[in-house]
């Protein structure tokens, strides 16, 4: 593989890149967030040779410009360290970056126990930048 460093993924004019300014209006900052719950017989491991993505140093976060998204109900939430990182920074051949974090997040909620114990209580994520 070829050599990489942080100016090889900037865009064409990186004098103007500026890790504490979101994108231009007209830029484009795609976030998804997806949330798995497996079990450990759900779990299979593939492997792939012909992966199109190379794994960044996660040192680059400290040079990279992410959006200040947070969780509006969130009582607490725990950034996963273990013996292995939790969280990866992907380069794709077209320059996209996908950044990924596990978390464990404790929500606030309320409940309504009007019918209790003959309901269902909902709890939902909000999310906000």
């Known amino acids: 593989l070829q050599s990489l460093d942080f100016n090889t993924i900037l865009p064409p004019t990186p004098k103007e890149y500026d890790n504490l300014q979101p994108p231009k209006v007209n830029d484009v900052c795609s976030r998804h967030f997806h ?3 497996l079990e450990g017989r759900q779990i299979a491991i593939t492997r792939k040779h012909d992966i199109k993505y ?13 959006p200040d998204s947070f969780f509006k109900n969130a009582k607490r939430v725990t950034f996963q ?7 990866y920074i992907w380069l794709y ?4 970056i996908l950044y990924m974090v596990k978390l464990t997040l404790e929500l606030s909620c309320a409940m309504k126990f009007e019918a209790y ?3 269902t209580q909902t709890c939902s994520l909000k999310m906000e930048s």
């Open 117 to 119: 114990p003959h309901d």
């Open 35 to 37: 949330v798995a719950e």
């Open 54 to 66: 190379r794994l960044l140093p996660i040192s680059w976060l400290k040079k990279m410009w992410r």
């Open 81 to 87: 360290e273990m013996t292995i990182p939790n969280h």
């Open 93 to 96: 051949s077209d320059k996209t």
